[in-house]
Every structure is written in C-alpha cells, then in structure tokens.
C-alpha cells in the first residue's frame, strides 16, 4: 500500500526511499514483528478461552509432552495475521509472484485452521483426513503455480551445475505444486517441540532472502550463473516478513510454548517457502536449505515402511526428534541442535550460489 500511494504521489522527497526493495523489505520485518509481539498476549488469551482444554496431546508419544497440557494451538493465526498485515502495507500490488506465494500461504494455513479446530473440538490428534488436507493442498498449490509459470520459466535447475539441466513445459506446475506439498507437510512433521519448526523456518526464510534478491538481480544471476526471474526480488519483502513474525511467534513459543504454532502455522510456512523456491526455481536448493525439513519427513516415511513389512521400527519413535528424546536428549536439547543443523544446511545451500 505504502509503495502504491509513493508511487501516486511522485516518490518525492523521503517517499522515493519506496522505491526500494532492501528499504520495504527491512521494513516488513520490522512491522510483522512488532505486530506480531503487540497481539501475542491477548491473542494467547483468546486462544486459551476458546479451546478450553489446548491441543490434544498424543499418550502414546513422550511422557514429558503430557505437561504441555492446556497449551493452547492455532498460533499460526497470529504469524498469518502479522506477516498478511505487513505485506499488505509493504508488498508492490503489482507483482504476481508476491500475490501467488501469499495465495499458497493463506491457502495452506485455511487448511490448517480447518485441521487445527476439528483436533481441538474433537479432542483427538488426527483432525481432518489425510487424504481430503492432500487433496485441498494440492489444489491450492496447483493454481498457485499456474499463476508463478503463466509466461515465465520452466526450466529445472540443480546446485553445482551452470544452466538448466531439463525443460518441464507444463509439467513444471505439477513439479511446483509437489514440492509446495511436500514442503509444508515437511515443516508440519517438524512441529512437535517448543521452537523447533519457528527458528529453521526463520533461517530457510533468510537464505532465500538472499536468493531471491540475486535472482530478481540480472547482473547478479548472470554473474552467478543462476537463473534470472524478472519481478522475483520482490519475494525478499514476503521473506522478510516471514523473518519478523517467526521471530514474534517465537517470542512466545520459546520453551515452555505458551502458545502452539499448529498446523495452522506450519503448513503455512512450509507452503511458502516451497512457494517462493518455485518462483525462484531454486526447488532442489530448498531441499538442501531445508534440509532438516526433509530429514524429518523421511524419518515417518521410513519408519511407517518398513514397520508395516517386517513389524519393526528403525527409530525409537518417529518423526526423528522424538527418537533423540527417547535416546535421553532434552527437549531444549533437541531443539537447539537441530538449530545448528538449519544453520549449516541454510550455509551449504547459499553456497551452491557461487559453486557452479
């Protein structure tokens, strides 16, 4: 809004600072933050009056989950509502990657409302089915691609490799949409620690931040040797502001959680990180940022797999952060390591930048 009424007025004097997109960018973090830590309190409240009980904890999963108790989920309602109010004051109207990536993210985090209040009213962990939350994911991710490739590039590209390796033509949208899914579901397996899914998400968000500012940069993609996507800069706005609520969310899902993110939350996030890795066609780099993501994801694959062949697990208990905490670690523990994992995948990817 912001950059539109700058631009109707001329950019004069301290206005043309709109023009920018590191200015609106530092800015969307700034305002989701701090959004996000003025609504925190009374929306905790809120959200601990209307669900009585909190989000049902599994028995058959860690005994030292049983205390988290009354905790109450849906806090991604608090993420969307401060990263949706910044983009809006901080976003260019007129690009339509910005437009697709906050589609899939509102999209997926519906979703996970809907999945979030059917645990809750019901008092049980499985919510909506799993077939019908894939089916409503994918459609919304199908037309959020169909939007990001509509006259742009289909090419895939991989790390360590100057130039695109394949064209996908209209099959790139079905590839995009997969890696939306995937993604979100990937960040939705995670969540299941005090702060473990909030912090990887804010680093995967600042690495493509990065990204998507040389790839919307045509000196600096040719230079690289990256791929050049015209508009794409714009999503260090949407990056940014994912950076400032996560960090607000944070604030009050640091242990002990006051406040769950839910599958509101973390399918959100995961929808938009794999959203803006379509735009930037940066999907396999988002494998390697998100590498932890992925980790976990195939835990649960594996262990379901091979569990219902030969009846016996690989982990102690999926997905695998919950196999640490079995072995003895902590949970703060856990979760801190892992946030030196992200960290160092977040490095590695950003690496494949100049490594071609």
Not at 31 to 44: R, S
Not at 160 to 168: A, M, N, R, S, T
Not at 267 to 296: K, N
């Amino acid at each position: 809004m912001f950059l539109w009424i700058a631009e109707q007025l001329g950019f004069p004097g301290v206005l043309n600072l709109f023009r920018y997109i590191t200015f609106r960018a530092g800015a969307a973090t700034a305002t989701a933050l701090f959004l996000g830590l003025i609504i925190g309190p009374k929306f905790i409240g809120w959200l601990r009056v209307r669900q009585g009980h909190g989000q049902p904890i599994r028995l058959d999963g860690p005994q030292s989950h049983l205390a988290k108790r009354g905790t109450p989920t849906m806090g991604g309602l608090m993420i969307l509502t401060s990263l949706s109010v910044s983009m809006l004051l901080w976003m260019d109207f007129t690009n339509r990657y910005l437009w697709a990536c906050m589609l899939i993210t509102v999209g997926f985090g519906l979703i996970g409302f809907l999945d979030d209040y059917d645990k809750v009213t019901k008092r049980s962990h499985k919510g909506v089915s799993a077939r019908i939350r894939l089916l409503a994911e994918f459609l919304v991710a199908g037309i959020g691609c169909a939007i990001i490739t509509w006259g742009a590039g289909t090419e895939l590209y991989i790390p360590f490799y100057k130039g695109p390796v394949i064209d996908l033509g209209l099959l790139y949208p079905f590839f995009g949409a997969f890696v939306i899914v995937a993604f979100g579901n990937a960040v939705n397996l995670t969540d299941g620690l005090d702060g473990l899914a909030s912090m990887p998400v804010i680093i995967a968000s600042l690495a493509f931040l990065v990204i998507s500012y040389l790839v919307g940069n045509a000196k600096f993609a040719s230079y690289l040797g990256i791929p050049h996507v015209l508009g794409a800069g714009d999503l260090t706005v949407l990056c940014s502001a994912i950076v400032g609520a996560g960090l607000a969310f944070l604030w009050f899902n640091a242990p002990p959680a006051a406040v769950f993110m839910g599958d509101t939350g973390s399918l959100a996030l995961g929808g938009a990180l794999g959203a803006i890795a379509v735009a930037t066609q940066h999907e396999i780099v988002l494998g390697i940022i998100g590498g932890l993501f992925v980790v976990e994801a195939m835990s649960v694959i594996i262990q379901v797999f091979f569990y219902k062949r030969t009846g016996k697990r690989v982990f102690k208990m999926a997905p695998i952060h919950h196999h640490f905490e079995q072995m003895g670690w902590s949970e703060p523990t856990v979760v801190i390591r892992f946030w030196i994992i992200a960290f160092v995948l977040a490095l590695a990817g950003l690496s494949t930048l100049k490594l071609r």
